[in-house]
Each structure stands twice: as C-alpha cells, then as structure tokens.
C-alpha cells in the first residue's frame, strides 16, 4: 500500500474511533484486507465486509435488524452507485441508539489523491459521487440527523457521525 494512503487510512480511522464506546457489535463496511479499524475498535464484537476479503455489500448486509451499536463506512460511500439502499440497510441492521459514522472526501481533494496515489481508482474503483454536509443530509434524511460534522486533513476530508432517526 502506497505510504500516504496508509496514512489517510490512519487519519480516517482516528477521526472515527472517539465516537466508538464500548458496545456490542461494530460493523465496519469496506474494512479493508487489515481490518485495520475493527482491530483499534473497542467492541465486544467486530465484523467486518469489504470487496477485497470477498464479502462485498452491496445493498444487503447479511445480518439481523437491530444487531449493530455502530456502522463504520470510511472512505467508502463515494464508490457506490445506490448509497441510498445501504444507508436504508444501515438503519435496518443498527440498534435504536447506533450510530452510523462515515468518511467521504470532498470533490475539491480528488486531485491531490490522485497526486499522491495514481494507481488509486485502478485499485479501488473510481468515485460514483462527492459529498457535502448538504447533500450528506439529503442522502440521509429519512434515516438518520448528523450529530458531528467535522472536516481532517486540511479540509479535504469529511467525518459524518449520525444517529439513528426515530419511526
């Protein structure tokens, strides 16, 4: 893995873990062959889906409704073409009280992600659509409110923890 990718992982991965307690069950959606997340998690519990270990989620996530304290997506919303299925999903499997945490990062750093790793959209796939607060909210609406919003990584990056709407 190119250094600075790693590093962004790193990054991503510690915006995310202040926001994980010590709970049940973690599940973490494009985890990556390192789990490296899920190994850093405090959860009882961690499971872990992501193409490269052969268990990609596409709009089912092969779990119980109301099984999941959290759902980690880090850098990975932006490579799906029908996000709004999964996110539909996220809020089936998570428990009233879970919390879905996302990264995504802003169309304006697409250029300098493919400066520091060209080999990066061969690898991982291209970006099907970028993300603001606005249409995150959007993309969200009728499942979950963001409860933190805060930009990393000068600006490029973006961390989205969401709790769970009442139906």
């Not at 510690?14 to 990556?32: E, K, M, T, W, Y």
């Not at 490269?52 to 073409?81: C, F, G, N, R, W």
């Not at 959007?138 to 709407?165: A, M, P």
Request: hydrophobic share 40%; aromatic share 10%.
């Amino acid at each position: 893995m190119n250094p600075v990718t790693y590093l962004t992982k790193k990054l991503r991965a510690n915006q995310a873990l202040p926001f994980i307690s010590r709970a049940n069950v973690h599940v973490d959606i494009g985890c990556g062959r390192d789990k490296y997340l899920l190994k850093r998690s405090p959860c009882a519990v961690k499971i872990g889906y992501d193409q490269q270990l052969q268990t990609p989620i596409a709009d089912k996530i092969p779990l119980e409704s109301k099984t999941a304290d959290y759902i980690t997506m880090l850098a990975v919303i932006e490579h799906l073409e029908f996000s709004s299925k999964l996110i539909k999903e996220c809020f089936r499997v998570l428990k009233d009280d879970g919390r879905l945490i996302l990264t995504t990062p802003k169309a304006k750093g697409l250029w300098l992600m493919k400066l520091y790793d060209p080999g990066f959209a061969a690898r991982e796939g291209d970006h099907c659509c970028h993300f603001d607060r606005q249409s995150m909210s959007f993309l969200l609406n009728d499942f979950f409110d963001i409860e933190h919003y805060k930009t990393f990584e000068l600006g490029f990056n973006q961390l989205f923890v969401c709790k769970k709407r009442e139906k």
